[in-house]
């Protein structure tokens, strides 16, 4: 498929900035005609892009995407489950506004691309929606029972009757309910997608390539080895890896990943050609604001936040039985 018939999006504020930047470094890197379009969650996110005038990315003012169904039910939602609720009305906006196109792939803003990503979106083949699961290692399995067999960090949909159909189901479920909490089967935009095997069955594809939205759970059940530049997983290429929990403290400054051990060979071929990256970002950033400065969670609100999402991410349903009890 071609180029002009793709478009990747992404969505971040100032908090993400640094993780987007490298997201888009790294997706251009591997495919350099691939278009990017930016969702600017505030005013500073969208000036600094628009004045670094990256090829390939499209910012879009948070204001031309937000509708009066989401603006109707902000203030019923934190910011996290706020920006949550977002996330299927962003790929159906792309598609509204390039009729062209043919697939818009979504993508975490802490994804970072290591070998080119059209592998990855050839899988879905002549299909309508691609996703992927979580892969949790044996003995984590139990997991999905509180975060969702499915991860959403790299989704691609195709503009036909079924991909369209999702989008605007999912849209419509994370509109009425989109809550950091486990609620009948329910849990932020995610656990949504556990319907998708039944209801578009002969129209999805779940991709089988491990190189695809690896990540802290699952990472340290693959061998990880670098063969001419290029990261391996087993024997399959490392595409994207996500992030998770990653922080950045300072311009020299990470915490990488809390409750998961990482042996050398995933610091070494993973984390740290990631960390030199963020901090080539850093430094073209202030390039463009002087006054630019990383700012990490400082208030309680933040903090406790932070501490929920990891002790329901390593204990999974008996956190939620606790936070029950606790309730009742």
Not at 213 to 233: G, M
């Amino acid at each position: 498929m071609k180029n002009d018939e793709i478009i990747f999006c992404t969505y971040f504020d100032i908090n993400f900035l640094l993780k987007g930047l490298a997201l888009r470094s790294s997706l251009i890197k591997h495919n350099p005609n691939a278009k990017l379009w930016v969702l600017a969650f505030d005013k500073y996110t969208e000036e600094i892009l628009n004045k670094m005038k990256l090829k390939g990315v499209t910012v879009v003012p948070f204001s031309d995407f937000e509708d009066k169904d989401l603006k109707a039910i902000k203030h019923t939602r934190s910011r996290v489950e706020y920006i949550w609720t977002c996330t299927p009305s962003w790929p159906l906006y792309v598609f509204n506004q390039n009729p062209s196109t043919k697939l818009v792939v979504y993508l975490d803003g802490d994804l970072y691309f290591y070998s080119s990503s059209t592998l990855a979106v050839n899988e879905i083949k002549d299909k309508s929606i691609l996703a992927v699961e979580h892969r949790f290692p044996k003995g984590r399995e139990h997991l999905s029972k509180s975060a969702g067999r499915f991860n959403v960090a790299f989704n691609v949909f195709r503009k036909d009757e079924i991909g369209i159909k999702c989008l605007k189901r999912w849209r419509e479920q994370c509109i009425d309910w989109c809550y950091w909490k486990l609620e009948d089967g329910k849990l932020g935009d995610q656990m949504y997608l556990d319907e998708w095997p039944k209801l578009y069955k002969d129209n999805l594809i779940i991709s089988k390539n491990i190189g695809v939205d690896a990540a802290p759970w699952n990472i340290f059940q693959y061998k990880v080895s670098n063969k001419n530049e290029n990261v391996f997983l087993n024997n399959e290429k490392l595409i994207c890896y996500h992030f998770h929990q990653f922080q950045i403290l300072g311009p020299d400054h990470f915490s990488r990943v809390l409750g998961y051990t990482l042996s050398s060979d995933i610091v070494n071929n993973i984390y740290k050609p990631y960390e030199e990256e963020l901090r080539k970002q850093y430094a073209i950033v202030k390039k463009y604001d002087t006054n630019f400065e990383i700012k990490p969670p400082q208030n309680n609100e933040n903090k406790t936040q932070m501490l929920r999402q990891r002790l329901a991410k390593y204990f999974g349903p008996f956190y939620w039985k606790i936070k029950g009890w606790l309730r009742n």
